[in-house]
């Protein structure tokens, strides 16, 4: 990335960066969402997206992720520049993504719902269905075990045959990263994976994710939490009106007059009078 007067610099992204954006716009009926949002994401951290409510931070996870076009800007997945590129190439590719509203197939079981998730199945081409059936047949089987002990790991095992239509809130939360986790992604991208569950929860999803880092992702997590950005985060983007504020580590943030007056005095100031 080169040097924007929007970013700082930091020792986290010099270890690496394995995704970036630079000057991203995107605008929705004259509405700028996002206006030159630049930043890197350090390669097996996890780093945290922040900002007031409206800041563009889904958007740019719907654009880093293929779910939807930029106006301008480019996006990169290690070195390949993967501006505008189909979600599914980008799954291809590595990376992931959680919805900030769960997207679960309330109709299909917990178990079906990894089954469908999606990744790169070789059972699936017609070839392999009419001329390798017994290769298929392998892959299904372990791609149910493969689900299974998925499932085992976020505490949804005994919900398996449940529709995923009857979980909680929670659990759903719970699907939707196991649903990302099938699919073995290098890059995931979480939308508020704990936004609206309980605080046990909390801690619990926390735990899972700082699992994936010791496995090797790079997790990017929008989040508003920022006790929870404290303690698992170690890297934060601080992301207002569509644009980078900031970069750098929480406690950098927090000395920051620029990132307090826009998004943390917000958010202490509601913490305490909670
Ligand atoms: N599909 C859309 N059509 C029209 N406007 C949209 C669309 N998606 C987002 N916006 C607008 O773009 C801006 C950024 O929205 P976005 O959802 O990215 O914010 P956010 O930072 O994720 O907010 P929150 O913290 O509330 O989830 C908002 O003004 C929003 O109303
Ligand atoms: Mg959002």
Redesign the pocket.
């Known amino acids: 990335m080169t040097s924007s007067d929007q970013t700082t610099a930091s020792p986290d992204v010099a270890g690496g960066s394995i995704l970036s954006c630079e000057n991203i716009t995107?605008s929705?009926?004259g509405?700028n969402?996002?206006n030159g949002a630049t930043f890197d994401v350090p390669k097996n951290k996890i780093t945290a997206l922040i900002?007031?409510?409206?800041?563009?931070?889904?958007?740019?996870?719907?654009i880093l992720s293929g779910a939807?076009k930029s106006d301008s800007g480019t996006t990169h997945l290690g070195s390949v520049d993967v501006t505008n590129w189909e979600s599914y190439k980008i799954a291809r590719m590595g990376l992931m993504r959680t919805f900030?509203l769960s997207r679960e197939l309330g109709g299909l079981t917990v178990l079906e719902n990894l089954l469908v998730a999606p990744k790169v199945q070789a059972g699936e081409s017609l070839f392999n269905i009419f001329f390798r059936p017994r290769l298929q047949r392998r892959e299904e089987q372990q791609n149910i075990e493969r689900a299974t002990e998925i499932l085992a790991t976020y505490g949804l095992y005994e919900l398996r045959d449940n529709r995923a239509r009857e979980l909680s809130g929670g659990q759903k939360k719970l699907l939707e990263i196991s649903r990302g986790v099938m699919a073995a992604p290098t890059v995931f991208l979480l939308?508020?994976p704990m936004a609206g569950v309980n605080p046990a929860l909390i801690d619990r999803i926390g735990g899972y994710i700082l699992d994936m880092k010791r496995q090797g992702m790079t997790v990017l997590m929008?989040e508003?939490n920022l006790n929870v950005v404290e303690k698992i985060c170690d890297f934060v983007i601080v992301?207002a009106e569509?644009k980078t504020l900031a970069t750098g580590r929480l406690s950098e943030l927090r000395a920051n007059p620029e990132v307090v007056q826009a998004y943390l005095g917000e958010v202490i100031s509601a913490s305490t009078t909670n």
Do not use: R
Request: zero cysteines.
């Open positions: 995107k929705f009926l509405v969402a996002l900002g007031p409510n409206g800041a563009g931070k889904t958007t740019l996870v719907n939807m900030q939308d508020e929008v508003h992301l569509g």
